[in-house]
Antibody, heavy 119, light 106 residues
Framework: EVQLVESGGGLVQPGRSLKLSCAASGFTFSNYYMAWVRQAPKKGLEWVATISTSGSRTYYPDSVKGRFTISRDNAKSSLYLQMNSLKSEDTATYYCARQRLTGVYFDYWGQGVMVTVSS | DIQMTQSPASLSASLGETVTIQCQAS??????LAWYQQKPGKSPQLLIY???SLQDGVPSRFSGSGSGTQYSLKISSMQTEDEGVYFC????????FGSGTKLEIK
């Protein structure tokens, strides 16, 4: 059974940093692109970052480029999101998601972890 | 960026009714579209990918169609468990989601 379990969320002050983790199991992690998607309270979904199978390629929207860094450790079947210079608008539930082998769609999602940016 | 416009924002349907949700892209996305269902307090679930392919395990009452900039999700016979919010997502250039359609039982 595919499982994605996020951790590392919490309350953080504006301008500070936080690192999220996602532990994957039930599939060959190194074969899949992985991503982070967030959802602000009562809002829609926003793609945050994607990483290639080896980690050599990463992709970000302009809203987080230069502040967030996605990375992975295939030996540990783990995905990470380093978030720096956090802003109040980064407050959201962050989901770890597996990208399908074909097409840019997400076939499995974690349960999500809440990040609150507030003083 | 490619903008995705979903309609309607909300709707209510009776049990057994056919439901259709629309999604319009700001430019041609060449069928690079997915549909997700999200129930309260849960993570999204992939229903349709490539505009019309049914994800494994998804009931056959769900179907997707469309091309170019216009796409739709159809639920052929509304069930209680179909209540939730539905999002479209384009995967052609980076990733963007529609704003969502809240579906309730009438």
């Amino acid at each position: 059974e595919v499982q994605l379990v996020e951790s590392g969320g919490g309350l953080v002050q504006p301008g500070r940093s936080l690192k999220l983790s996602c532990a994957a199991s039930g599939f060959t992690f190194s074969n899949y692109y992985m991503a982070w998607v967030r959802q602000a309270p009562k809002k829609g979904l926003e793609w945050v970052a994607t990483i290639s199978t080896s980690g050599s390629r990463t992709y970000y929207p302009d809203s987080v480029k230069g502040r967030f860094t996605i990375s992975r450790d295939n030996a540990k079947s783990s995905l990470y999101l380093q978030m720096n210079s956090l802003k109040s608008e980064d407050t959201a539930t962050y989901y770890c998601a597996r990208q399908r082998l074909t097409g840019v769609y997400f076939d499995y999602w974690g349960q999500g972890v809440m990040v609150t940016v507030s003083s | 960026d490619i903008q995705m416009t979903q309609s309607p924002a909300s709707l209510s349907a009776s049990l057994g009714e056919t439901v259709t949700i629309q999604c319009q892209a700001s430019e041609d996305i060449y069928s690079g579209l997915a549909w997700y269902q999200q129930k309260p307090g849960k993570s999204p679930q992939l229903l349709i990918y490539g505009a019309s392919s049914l994800q494994d395990g998804v009931p056959s009452r769900f179907s997707g169609s469309g091309s170019g900039t216009q796409y739709s999700l159809k639920i052929s016979s509304m069930q209680t468990e179909d209540e939730g919010v539905y999002f479209c997502q384009q995967g052609l250039k980076y990733l963007t989601f529609g704003s969502g359609t809240k579906l309730e039982i009438k």
